[in-house]
RNA sequence: AGACCCAUGGUGUAAUCGGUAACACAGCUGAUUUUGAUUCAGUCAUUCAAGGUUCAAGUCCUUGUGGGUCUGCCA
């Protein structure tokens, strides 16, 4: 991997270590465990992950620390299916896991010293009177009565907080700064709140838990992260990120950056949403091939190197955007084309019967795995009269640009002979039933003959030899319904006010030319790829990948 | 009485001390092609606006305009 792009984060960092402030990066990528990992979040692990590794040789690192700070909305099933996730992204972590439940203690010690300081009091209001005393942006806040609690009450009633004196919502720490502030973070932020709740890391040793702004730069400190990457929405959070650096007692100070998050156009990615879609049974559960969870995306068959590079390509800015999906496909493509093993397949099969080739009789074709890259190899597929192509692959009233089979027609079955049409019978309900042909010999690996026209070439799938296989189609779930306008045949969508499945993307059978016994995934939108036990895939593995947009027929 | 942030082609990003708009995706044209893919060639911007400084402004200043974030005991 190159990692000579540069941004405002990398200009920084370079400066920061030219000027010897430090001697290398070191980053965290900090997810709540409540939720899979989708591909927004790929941009942040590809940020965080990807610095650490440029500077390496520096002694850089990214930890991947779970912000487990709300126990209500947590589990562990999530931590293990981000692990899982990061790694196959292709990052590594090393000895560097850590929880923020694990810092527990010294969060407390913390919000103690501020009580200290007298930079923090107990608010033993409800949280209702709490948020009308904020005021708003154009009001500004008024003061707690129990803003002047004297500092020996202060710490009595946190104590008591810890002991399970109070209910849930009984009681807040707060911390002392500015009621006026034009900074709505800043108008005497809740640190602390009680919850009764076990937590899946810390189990029941706790009922009061951090609030992020308050743990947050904590954890980054005690690490010693040196640049605290996040997305945008916290910019307005920083001032109180330094407040709790400044005023803490702390090891390291660690600097917050600010970056634009990821969008990607018609494509779900909210974590509520994902939920949803999970709970509701639209989709068969996180890792659902419809998803762009990267677990979901795994199982489509997307490699970890297209994600990577996508991210690197989309780049890192201030600016709120919003990407479209086609550079994500262009990745994918583009990678895929260079690695992925080719195999013909029929979905919609109609029966082809070459009339001038002997019955009984059958020969050997070599066809190329992967026209890309020699190495890959060749596979024999053996060709005799009678065969599947793909329904949609002749048409009988074809328009003068379509180029695959049509009657009187020509066209190359791939890696084997040109054939012609010479008839085709329809059944009871005028659909094609089966077609004649007559191939034309020595056309393998040869153009074809005078007068002959043949512009492309199609799949076959031997009636004898091939085996079915188990295909599934999919395709991705949409935000909304694609404008007419739009590139490409889509086909599932969601209505993002209802959640509700308009059309459900298919999830059909089908017939592959598969090795036998082998299972295969196919993906409408362009390849298909052996989907495996816990869906990982070795090599994978397509075969229309012209068709990602579905183009193939979609033009006349 | 609001605070903070952002503003370059359809999209995402570039552009050293201010020096005369670059790359990729998508689109469109054409050529090649045993995947209508790939590959190759061509084509697509008066840098939000108006002033100002300057020999020179996407880059600096001013004022507008447009967009984003913030009023959880979520992160």
């Not at 489509?300 to 989309?314: D, L, N, Q, T």
């Not at 969601?494 to 059978?509: C, F, G, R, Y």
């Not at 390849?527 to 994978?540: G, I, Q, R």
Request: hydrophobic share 35%; aromatic share 10%; with cysteine.
């Amino acid at each position: 991997m190159s990692d000579e792009k540069k941004d405002f984060i990398r200009e920084i960092i370079a400066a920061d270590i030219a000027s010897g402030k430090h001697t290398a990066p070191i980053t965290r990528f900090p997810p709540e465990p409540n939720g899979y990992l989708h591909i927004g979040h790929a941009k942040a692990i590809g940020v965080n992950f990807g610095l650490a590794r440029q500077y390496a040789d520096l002694g850089a690192r990214c930890h991947l620390r779970f912000d487990d700070t709300n126990p209500v909305k947590e589990d562990e099933e999530y931590v293990e299916s981000i692990k899982k996730d990061i790694a196959w992204l292709g990052y590594e972590w090393g000895d560097h896991l850590y929880f923020a439940s694990d810092y527990f203690e010294y969060f407390y010690e913390c919000a103690v010293a501020l009580i200290d300081k007298g930079l923090a009091y107990v608010d033993t209001q409800t949280s209702d009177l709490l948020k009308e005393q904020r005021g708003n942006v154009k009001v500004p806040g008024t003061l707690s009565p129990h803003r002047e609690r004297s500092l020996v009450e202060n710490l009595e009633l946190f104590k008591k907080m810890r002991e399970g004196g109070f209910p849930d919502g009984g009681a807040v720490l707060r911390a002392k700064i500015d009621m006026a502030s034009g900074n709505m973070n800043m108008r005497d932020p809740v640190l602390y709140r009680v919850v009764h709740a076990r937590h899946h890391h810390t189990g029941d040793a706790w009922c009061i838990y951090p609030m992020y702004d308050f743990a947050h730069p904590l954890e980054d400190a005690k690490e010693h992260i040196t640049h605290s990457l996040c997305s945008l929405e916290f910019e307005n959070h920083r001032p109180l990120y330094d407040w709790v650096v400044d005023n803490c007692p702390v090891p390291s100070k660690p600097r917050q950056i600010e970056f634009a998050r990821l969008n990607i156009g018609f494509t779900v990615m909210s974590k509520r949403k994902f939920i949803q879609l999970v709970e509701e049974k639209h989709v068969g559960g996180w890792d659902d091939p419809r998803m762009s969870t990267l677990s979901g995306m795994r199982r489509r068959g997307y490699p970890p190197e297209a994600i990577r590079a996508f991210v690197e390509h989309v780049g890192l800015t201030k600016q709120n955007s919003l990407s479209d999906f086609a550079l994500l496909e262009f990745e994918v493509r583009s990678y895929l084309n260079k690695i992925a093993l080719r195999k013909m397949a029929v979905l919609d099969p109609v029966k082809v019967v070459v009339t001038n080739y002997p019955e009984g009789e059958s020969e050997i074709v070599t066809v190329p795995n992967n026209p890309e890259n020699e190495a890959d190899g060749s596979r024999e597929l053996v060709f005799s009269r009678e065969f599947w192509i793909e329904r949609e692959d002749f048409m009988v009233d074809a328009p003068k640009k379509f180029f695959r089979l049509k009657p009187g027609g020509a066209v190359r079955l791939r890696g084997a002979y040109i054939i012609q049409h010479t008839g085709h019978v329809l059944d009871d309900q005028g659909e094609v039933s089966e077609i004649h042909c007559e191939f034309i010999p020595n056309t393998i690996g040869q153009s074809a003959p005078e007068g002959v026209q043949c512009r492309t070439a199609i799949h076959w799938v031997s009636c004898a030899e091939g085996v079915d296989a188990e295909v599934r189609l999919y395709d991705r779930l949409f935000t909304e319904e694609i404008p007419d306008n739009a590139e490409g045949g889509y086909l599932g969508c969601l209505n993002p006010d209802s959640l509700q499945v308009i059309t459900p993307a298919k999830v059909e059978p089908g017939l592959a030319a598969m090795a036998p016994g082998e299972r295969c995934q196919f993906e409408r939108m362009g390849y298909f790829c052996a989907d495996s036990e816990d869906h990982t895939f070795e090599k994978p593995v397509f075969n229309r990948i012209v068709t990602l947009r579905d183009s193939w027929g979609a033009k006349d």
